[in-house]
């Protein structure tokens, strides 16, 4: 029983991981910075425009049966292949980046103060190659057993959140400005939504049904709204907006006096790794496979040694956390583009091969 | 003389257990041959007298009445299998036939390793057939299957592979069919070999195979759609492949109601968790992390590590390598002189060293906690794995702290979901086929 319930949840469980990665590291921050009040407007949206991508996405992927981008768009031809997996790949590749040095920049504030971030770095872009050289089934076994670990840890450290929260500051709830799609601040929030790209390279790994992933974008949903609004119910949205880490800093508002540690921060910190481990390790093991189908010449294993590499450099680039923060503003039109060009090209591109399967099996 | 004779008396002056000796069958005078080690010669020789020949018998009837098999003097190592040869010296021919094996295994002994409180005493023995039959009498099966399998390289040993085959798993029974077919002309000597046989890195901490003693624990192995290989001359059964749960569940559990199974089982990996992490738990909370710790904690902490010369990495090291040596030195002595030497490892070197201020009473109740802990859960070759993973733990804690501590239980968990055995992962309970379907 228990093998056919990891059949059907091994997708929604690293759907779900790949999105907590995201959202508990920048997105309340980032999200505060989008409007000044009414915070679960942009929220939603976000919700929307990820359901109905993540839907296109799903769709051409059904219709295309197992295949992975790579499988779907190497057979257009050399120029339209390149023009959409180069770009695809690039992008896979700066969630890793953004991730490891947000987890680094993590740990330097909040635990190895005297730690030099080159260490740091090197140790976890050695831990994700080493996750990303165990396989896709491995990776995706690692991510179930990581995510039923991590999940309640982190939902404990949300729920003793709870009592120090002053809900009265969440209101006033309804903003009928909507200026955050005035100014494309909605847009910059929306790099919470990538996780959704990953799921079209599990199809030749693992089943990826419909209806559990739309189930668990539900929880991811509830989780969206929750991580907006503690900084903002513990702290008041003015000092919460000048906090880099407002997330953390609320989790170490919290005083447990039964636990023997003093900062709930550190379970944060714990299953905020193992997720970011999850989605860097997918990113970095499907980038080295789309690279390895475009060019099979060369070995999946050093292209992986080649992009681990890349990684760590790149993350080692970013100066600070400013800096950080820039980037993320920046690659803002970049991300959008491939948000809408991939699932638009997956599901035609889905819808082509079914036409044609259906052409055999008739011609037979 | 047969030219039989002087190949047979020529090897007797290096295999001084080779016996040859004249005698009287019927009508003519042979040469009988055997290993007087492995044969009971008179026995033999009882048993060709009573066979019912007469004083005429020719060669072809005496070949007849002992079920006899024609022999050249090349085929020398059927005599190793508890053969006896008789050689008709005039016309240079001879034949073989099972002689009387001599007794050279123990009785039917109780479990040495693995004793559990209310359980059959029968376990695994030396030879081979024993091993078979008290896995028939345990299963009573006609589903169950057994395959021979000889690796004939410098000596030559018997091994069978075991199987239900209503339960198996027919990809798991492929693959080790496969393996073991060709490895046919090479030395079995010990586990290695097998590793190697396999075609699996020597170099990983986790074995392949699962050794038991208990024929119920292997019969439910098989139940679940694992073969066993049984090695003549090894008292265990090889379970292929090793995965997670044996780490933590027993078949002796399911005596016990489901909730208690559940409790218990849930207590070995707690056990598991505590016998890794708890060393380096110390280590990074105490010299790298003290801020998250609870204030009375710490200091209570800081309290008991007043005067102690050595920074907590180094303490909870040392300690630790003393402790690795004491259960090394005590598992291979004798019972009597074993207590003795726990005695002054755990009482007189671990109150010593607290009062000498070399390392503080906490480490010492750590790495005693974890100890304990590691011998909770099943099976002591599965204790050595979570052993070593529980040193580098300990070097990455002391190097990074929380994060490092963290971070190397986030690389073991990778390392437990990468092992793939036979194309059965080793957390197997996280994919989704099951084994044997």
């Given at each position: 029983m228990i093998n056919r319930w990891v059949a059907v949840m091994t997708a929604p469980i690293f759907f779900i991981a790949a999105h907590c990665s995201i959202l508990f590291a920048a997105y309340s921050r980032s999200m505060l910075h989008a409007t000044e009040y009414g915070h679960w407007e942009p929220v939603f949206f976000n919700i929307l425009i990820e359901l109905a991508l993540l839907l296109l996405l799903l769709l051409g992927l059904r219709k295309a049966g197992s295949k992975d981008y790579a499988d779907l768009f190497l057979p257009l031809g050399k120029w339209i292949s390149t023009a959409l997996l180069v770009p695809l790949v690039a992008f896979l590749m700066l969630i890793p980046v953004l991730a490891i040095r947000f987890f680094a920049e993590?740990?330097?504030?909040?635990?190895?103060?005297?730690?030099?971030?080159?260490?740091?770095?090197?140790?976890?872009?050695?831990?994700?190659?080493?996750?990303?050289?165990?396989?896709?089934?491995?990776?995706?076994?690692?991510?179930t057993l990581l995510t039923l670990i991590n999940f309640p840890i982190l939902l404990f450290a949300i729920g003793a959140c709870i009592p120090n929260a002053t809900f009265v500051k969440v209101f006033p709830l309804v903003n009928a400005s909507m200026d955050f799609l005035a100014e494309g601040k909605l847009f910059i929030t929306l790099f919470s939504i990538c996780p959704f790209l990953l799921l079209g390279m599990l199809p030749p790994i693992c089943k990826v049904k419909i209806l559990p992933i739309l189930l668990s974008l539900g929880v991811i949903a509830l989780l969206y709204v929750i991580i907006v609004y503690i900084p903002i119910s513990i702290y008041g949205l003015n000092a919460a907006k000048l906090m880099y880490f407002p997330l953390m800093t609320s989790f170490d508002s919290v005083n447990i006096s039964w636990t023997i540690f003093d900062r709930i921060s550190l379970f944060y910190a714990v299953a905020l790794l193992a997720f970011v481990m999850t989605i860097s390790t997918f990113t970095l093991y499907s980038s080295a496979l789309m690279v390895h189908k475009m060019i099979p010449v060369w070995r999946e294993k050093y292209i992986r040694y080649g992009l681990c590499l890349i990684v760590y450099i790149l993350s080692l680039v970013i100066p600070s956390w400013n800096r950080y923060i820039e980037i993320f503003t920046a690659d803002t039109w970049f991300r959008l583009a491939i948000y809408i060009v991939v699932p638009i090209a997956v599901f035609l591109r889905g819808g082509f091969i079914e036409r044609q399967e259906r052409k055999r099996v008739l011609s037979k | 003389m047969g030219t039989y004779v002087d190949t047979i008396k020529s090897k007797c002056r290096t295999q001084h257990d080779l016996k040859i000796e004249q005698l009287r069958v019927g009508s003519i005078t042979m040469w009988m041959v055997g290993y007087e080690s492995i044969?009971?010669?008179?026995?033999?020789?009882?048993?060709?007298?009573?066979?019912?020949?007469?004083?005429?018998?020719?060669?072809?009837?005496?070949?007849?009445?002992?079920?006899?098999?024609?022999?050249?003097?090349?085929?020398?190592?059927?005599?190793?299998?508890?053969?006896?040869?008789?050689?008709?010296?005039?016309?240079?021919?001879a034949f073989s036939f099972q002689g009387k094996p001599k007794t050279l295994e123990r009785a039917i002994d109780k479990a040495e390793n693995e004793t559990m409180p209310f359980s059959s005493a029968l376990v695994f023995m030396e030879p081979l057939?024993?091993?078979?039959?008290?896995?028939?009498?345990?299963?009573?099966?006609?589903?169950?299957?057994?395959?021979?399998?000889?690796?004939?390289?410098i000596g030559t040993r018997e091994a069978s592979l075991v199987y239900l085959s209503e339960c198996v798993d027919k990809d798991l029974l492929e693959a080790v069919r496969h393996a073991l077919k060709k490895a046919a002309g090479q030395d079995l000597r010990n586990g290695q070999d097998l590793i190697r046989f396999f075609g699996y890195n020597r170099y990983h901490l986790v074995s392949p195979y699962h050794k038991t003693e208990i024929p119920g624990q292997a019969v439910a192995s098989m139940m679940n759609g694992r073969v066993v290989l049984l090695i003549d001359g090894e008292p265990t059964a090889y379970v292929l492949p090793l995965l997670f749960s044996d780490f933590i569940a027993l078949d002796w559990d399911r005596q016990l109601p489901l909730f208690v199974m559940t409790a218990l089982r849930s207590l070995r990996l707690l056990s598991i968790l505590i016998a890794l992490m708890t060393p380096g738990l110390y280590v990074a909370l105490v010299s790298v992390n003290p801020e998250t710790l609870r204030i009375e904690l710490a200091l209570s902490i800081a309290s008991s590590r007043i005067g102690i010369p050595l920074p907590t990495f180094l303490e909870m090291l040392l300690l630790l390598i003393i402790s690795e040596i004491i259960i090394e030195a005590t598992q291979r002595l004798p019972k009597s002189i074993a207590a003795a030497n726990t005695l002054i490892g755990g009482i007189v070197l671990g109150q010593a060293i607290v009062d000498a201020k070399l390392v503080s009473s906490l480490v010492i109740i750590v790495l005693a906690s974890s100890i304990t802990a590691n011998f909770a859960f099943p099976h002591y070759l599965n204790t050595l794995v979570v052993r070593i993973l529980r040193?580098?733990?300990?070097?990455?804690?002391?190097?990074?702290?929380?994060?490092?501590?963290?971070?190397?239980?986030?690389?073991?968990c990778y390392y437990a979901c990468s092992l793939q055995r036979f194309g059965v992962p080793f957390m197997n309970v996280l994919s989704p086929k099951k084994l044997g379907q």
């Open positions: 993590l740990m330097i504030i909040v635990f190895i103060a005297s730690s030099p971030i080159h260490a740091i770095l090197a140790f976890l872009c050695l831990l994700m190659l080493y996750g990303a050289s165990i396989g896709p089934q491995g990776i995706m076994r690692a991510s | 044969v009971n010669w008179e026995e033999t020789i009882a048993y060709i007298s009573n066979c019912g020949l007469t004083t005429e018998a020719a060669y072809e009837d005496i070949y007849v009445h002992l079920l006899g098999q024609e022999w050249v003097p090349e085929a020398l190592d059927v005599l190793l299998q508890g053969k006896v040869v008789l050689i008709d010296s005039d016309a240079d021919r057939t024993t091993n078979i039959g008290i896995l028939r009498k345990t299963i009573h099966s006609p589903y169950l299957e057994v395959e021979g399998y000889q690796f004939k390289g040193t580098g733990i300990i070097l990455l804690s002391g190097i990074f702290g929380i994060f490092g501590l963290f971070a190397s239980f986030i690389g073991v």
